[in-house]
């Protein structure tokens, strides 16, 4: 019943801005962290950043003071602002949401490609 909807993923060239959205609905129960994570091709999964319910963050290097994540709790919806894009970034990112019954779910990803 759990679902996770995520949108703002597209294509944009190196510099450019993009927004991601992730609106969590159904039987969630009491919701602990939000983050978004991308995969590359060839390449495991990373968390790149994450944030609790009392709104610490946490940012992997490679995108600090580039990205910003939040979360509005009355929503259910956790935000990835994305700065200066580097072709780098390119991947698919997936929105996940952890329980404080220490439940995980998933989004379906949401494609980034950035090029010239």
């Known amino acids: 019943q759990v679902q996770l909807v995520e949108s703002g993923g597209g294509l944009v060239q190196p510099g450019g801005s993009l927004r991601l959205s992730c609106v969590a609905s159904?039987?969630?129960?009491?919701?602990?962290?939000m983050g978004w994570y991308r995969q590359a091709p060839g390449n495991e999964r990373e968390l790149v950043a994450r944030?609790?319910?009392?709104?610490?963050?946490f940012y992997t290097d490679s995108v600090k003071g580039r990205f910003t994540i939040s979360r509005d709790n009355d929503k259910n919806t956790v935000y990835l602002q994305m700065n200066s894009l580097k072709p780098e970034d390119t991947a698919v990112y997936y929105c996940?949401?952890?329980?404080?019954?220490?439940?995980?779910?998933w989004g379906q990803g949401t494609q980034v490609t950035v090029s010239s």
């Open positions: 996940k949401l952890r329980t404080w019954a220490r439940e995980d779910y």
């Open positions: 159904g039987s969630i129960g009491l919701i602990d962290t």
């Open positions: 944030i609790s319910s009392f709104s610490v963050t």
